[in-house]
């Protein structure tokens, strides 16, 4: 099973910009595709991004079109989500999946993903 661990969390003020990385250990994270959620408090975990295994094609959440880019570096066995314009609304703990099941996979959902990292905080003040 791999190993996630998120960073690069922190306070940023609204517009400004973070990178979370997400390395993965025990096996090669280019086995798998990969996703980034999020959840505020209070809220339920909602869908950030994705980045498939083989292509490359990426998936955004409407909320976050245009402003964070997923990538992925496996030579690092490292996923980033670049958060750029961030808005308040932003604001919550950041978790990256790594999942590996046969097609056809719904990106969006939680339940393709077998493993989670710990989470990192992101808070964007006003």
């Known amino acids: 099973q791999v190993q996630l661990v998120e960073s690069g969390g922190g306070l940023v003020q609204a517009g400004g910009s973070l990178r979370l990385s997400c390395v993965a250990s025990?096996?090669?994270?280019?086995?798998?595709?990969l996703g980034w959620f999020r959840q505020a408090p209070e809220k339920e975990r909602e869908f950030v991004a994705a980045?498939?295994?083989?292509?490359?094609?990426?998936f955004y959440g409407d909320s976050v079109k245009g402003r964070f880019t997923i990538s992925r570096d496996n030579a690092k066995n490292t996923v980033y989500l670049q958060m750029n314009a961030l808005k308040p609304k932003d604001t919550a703990v950041y978790y990256c999946?790594?999942?590996?099941?046969?097609?056809?996979?719904?990106?969006?959902?939680?339940?393709?993903?077998?493993?989670w990292g710990q989470g990192t905080q992101v808070t964007v003040s006003s």
């Open positions: 980045i498939t295994k083989s292509d490359g094609r990426t």
């Open positions: 999946a790594a999942g590996d099941r046969l097609r056809p996979v719904v990106f969006t959902i939680q339940s393709a993903y077998g493993a």
């Open positions: 025990g096996r090669t994270l280019s086995r798998y595709y």
